[in-house]
Every structure is written in structure tokens, then in C-alpha cells.
């Protein structure tokens, strides 16, 4: 049978919950502020392997094992874009510059996953890992070094041009996303 004492130890017990949990939701916004004093970051706001942004930046060059003649013009260029983009070094073609990059390429592959009654390839899986070494500029030295990225993906047709651009886009924007990691 109950009693108004065991609806009063109820309610007492409910509103324990609510105390703890008010003080939770007040304390919320000051654990908020000290951690975003503690000197964490997003990592776009990082500074970059290149510092402030104010250095210059070359290919020094493109080391491929691939019979794909358009494969170090289209890495070249993406990785401009991507380090343009994000203004971490002023981009040089020649002459001197205060860091060079040599990109190599580790393998590139595209293979048929479906083919049409025609016998035509619908579908390909294609593959792309590359390593950037940085050197310094003024004594060849190396400063950096990427390890492995890769990036793969299905694409329609191997002969449209934007299907491996997209691929080395992809693995260029990881590669400068791990320029950007201090650690």
C-alpha cells in the first residue's frame, strides 16, 4: 500500500536527478571555454610545414613507374591548386625557391569491374598512392616526408578525362591536409 512518505521519497529522489543535472548543464559552458583555452585547434588554422605562408614553393619533380603520359602534369597542377588554395607557399615554376616538393608516384592503377552485352567497360575501380618529399630550397635537405597516401574510387569510364582528376584530386587534398599535421 502506499503512503505519502514513499511519494515524497520519489519525488525527493527525481529531483536529485534534476539538481545534478542542472549543475551539469551550468558547469557545460565553462568545461566549453577552457578547453578551447587549452590550445587546441582546427587543423585548417594550423601552421603548415611551409610556416606562414610567405615562402616559395616548386616541383622539383614527378617520379612515375606509369606509361601514363598525362599523370605528372595533372599531379603538378592539383597539388598548385590545392597549395594555392590554402595559401600555404607562393607557387614558383622556376629559379630559386625557398622549398621544393618531388612527388612519386607509387602506383596507379584502373581496373574493369563491368562491361556491357557491347562489350564496352561501364565501370572502372581506380587507384592512386603517391609520397611527397620536401626539401629545403637553399641545400637540398629533406624537411618533410608525406608517406603513403592513396585515394581510390569507381568510376564510369576510364576514357572520360574528369574520372582521374577526380582521384588525384582527392589524394592531392589529403596530401596537403597532412602538411597542415604538426605533429
Known sequence: MWSPTSIIGVSNRCSGIRRSQIRFIAALPLLLLLAACSGYQLGADS?????????????????????????????????????????????????????????????????????????????????????????????NKEVWRSGPVSYDDRVESATDPSAPVDIITQVMRQLVDRMRNAF
Open 47 to 139: 601552421p603548415s610545414i611551409f610556416g606562414n605562408g610567405s615562402k616559395t614553393l616548386k616541383v622539383k619533380g614527378v617520379d612515375y613507374p606509369t606509361l601514363q603520359p598525362w599523370l605528372p602534369y595533372a599531379l603538378r597542377s592539383s597539388l598548385r591548386d590545392e597549395v594555392g588554395a590554402r595559401k600555404l607557399a607562393s607557387w614558383v615554376d622556376d629559379g630559386p625557391a625557398d622549398f621544393e616538393i618531388q612527388i612519386k608516384v607509387i602506383s596507379y592503377t584502373t581496373r574493369e569491374w563491368v562491361r556491357s552485352e557491347g562489350d564496352t567497360t561501364l565501370l572502372y575501380d581506380s587507384q592512386l598512392t603517391v609520397e611527397a618529399i620536401v626539401y629545403d630550397g637553399s641545400n
